[in-house]
């Protein structure tokens, strides 16, 4: 049994599907199961994941077979257990909101606001949700699909 | 007391404007605003290969107060334009600006919401530099075209 169908066992109702896409572990859940699944994973003798690597977000909104927009995806590892877990969380688009990590990954706070100014993905209980990378005043969310990809910003002008 | 010879005597005749453009084209302190790869390239212009010294620009100072030419080389996005502008600003008169390489002309293959599409959208160039990036040899002619264009203007005391 591998690590994916081992969580998978362990909360079944959780996870809702597991995958393994070019030797990757992956399950994916609701969008309101992560914040129990991730502080049980992370606490359990038996996966011990005390490290996040990643975090970050995919817009597939062109993507027919995809019925819900958007997908938060966490990067886990393990340093006592030496392995790794990607969570896919699905969020839909019309309530572009989930649960924050950062109280159990402080490593997450930064991650969290990134796909909050790049993505508009709103994460509850994060500590200071505010842009990272864009600046105060930026209009929209620039790696959403539907963001044209030459608009004009209204503080810097037509000219750029 | 014979005739006094005029050609004994080593002497040009020039004008105070072209006296002082000669000096201010062979002393180009310049300033480099690297920020991405053409950054490189500038470095290999610099180095002793190609020898810059030899258009009196082979000293950069990290001091905007104290350089003469502003070299823009790489992507200038949009929340390094003010750092830009204020470089700009605190460089004392009599300043020039070299665009260096197509993202400081015109954006480059960048039209996104991040990139300034040109720094001659923020503040005045004297010199555009094309190429992606452009090669030593280039940036060598667009130096002498700036010493040309020094050599050429009206001179502010």
Known sequence: ?160 | MGEVKLEKFNFMTTTLNDAIGWARKFSIFQYPFVTACCGMEYMATACAHYDVDRFGAGFPRFSPRQSDVLFVVGTISHKMAPVLKKVYEQMCEPKWVVAFGVCTCTGGFYDNYATVMGIDTIIPVDVYIPGCPPRPENVLDGLMKLQEKIQNQKQEI
Request: net charge neutral.
């Open chain 1, 1 to 160: 049994m591998n690590l994916a169908e081992k969580v998978k066992s362990k909360f079944p109702n959780l996870v809702q599907e597991t995958l393994e896409q070019n030797g990757d572990q992956v399950v994916v859940v609701r969008k309101d199961a992560i914040k129990s699944l991730a502080s049980s994973l992370k606490t359990d003798p038996e996966f011990q994941f005390n490290l996040l690597t990643d975090l970050t977000a995919v817009d597939y909104l062109h993507w027919e077979e995809k019925e819900i927009r958007f997908e938060v995806i966490y990067n886990l590892f393990s340093l006592t257990k030496n392995h790794r877990l990607f969570i896919k969380a699905r969020v839909p688009e019309t309530d572009p909101t989930i649960d924050s990590v950062a109280p159990l990954w402080p490593a997450a706070n930064w991650y969290e606001r990134e796909v909050w100014d790049m993505f508009g993905i709103r994460f509850k209980g994060h500590p200071d949700l505010k842009r990272i990378l864009m600046y105060e005043g930026f209009d929209g969310h620039p790696l959403r699909k539907d963001y044209p990809y030459n608009k004009r910003q209204p503080l810097i002008g037509s000219m750029n």
